[in-house]
């Protein structure tokens, strides 16, 4: 519960509960709310419309205005890339859930193993589908053994180009300079990742050599 992270009597953020369960760049954004010296109920209140009710155009706009803030203390032109690789994520033609995968993917938002080890919210962080290495965002989605292949079929080049990629933000801004297969790979991205949630769950999937071409039927109903 959030009252849990919150200290009554001094009416202040629990500073060492905070850092130790959230990510340091959520840490930051919690430690900024500011919290009430007076006792009162609480109500759900979005403060980015006046009317105090949410929707999906205001909170796109504040990821947005977000990320440009945090591009501020790069220099200018390494700000221009990365508002330019948002841009072409936001505008690839795939379903919006596909768009938001792959901006959580590129801001390392994701529920990896690695991320939730972080969070003390597992115990170990090795991928469990090959079992040799912690399983972060790149790994989960990109450099997992078990993932040449499903890649190869249409991304040799790229895997040959991201060898020294330290990110999935790295791959995606490869991936963009190729702007005919950037929809594909967004879809082959999203579906290795729903995979990937389903084999957590133990619940049937498809094979790995199906996942291309998946991904090209989905396209091509979508084009339709």
């Known amino acids: 519960m959030v009252a849990s992270l919150i200290d009554q009597d001094r009416c202040r953020w629990r500073e060492a509960k905070v850092d130790k369960i959230f990510l340091v760049r959520e840490v930051t954004i919690i430690k900024a709310i500011p919290l009430s010296f007076s006792s009162s109920f609480d109500k759900i209140f979005w403060p980015r419309n006046h009317d105090g009710v949410y929707n999906v155009k205001s909170s796109y706009k504040l990821l ?3 990320e440009y803030e945090n ?3 790069l220099n200018s032109s390494s700000t221009g890339a990365m508002k330019s690789t948002w841009n072409r994520i936001w505008q690839v033609e795939v379903p919006n859930r596909i768009r938001l995968l792959l901006w959580c993917a590129g801001t390392d ?3 990896s193993r690695a991320n939730l080890f972080r969070r003390k919210l597992l115990t170990e962080n090795m991928c469990l589908q090959c079992k040799t290495d912690l399983e ?6 990109w450099t997992c053994p078990q993932l040449a292949t499903v890649w190869q079929v249409y991304f040799a080049d790229l895997i040959e180009g ?3 990629a330290s990110s999935f933000l790295d791959v995606i801004q490869l991936a963009q300079q190729d702007s005919s297969r950037f929809a594909l790979f967004a879809w082959m991205s999203s579906m290795i990742w729903m995979r990937r949630n389903k084999l957590r769950m133990q619940e049937d999937t498809a094979p790995l050599a199906k996942i291309s ?3 090209c039927e989905a396209m091509t109903l979508l084009m339709q």
């Open 213 to 215: 071409s998946m991904a």
């Open 109 to 111: 938002s994701l529920p």
């Open 71 to 73: 591009d501020l203390d």
């Open 64 to 66: 947005m205005e977000m």
């Open 162 to 164: 991201t060898n020294s």
């Open 136 to 141: 972060d965002t790149l790994h989960a989605l």
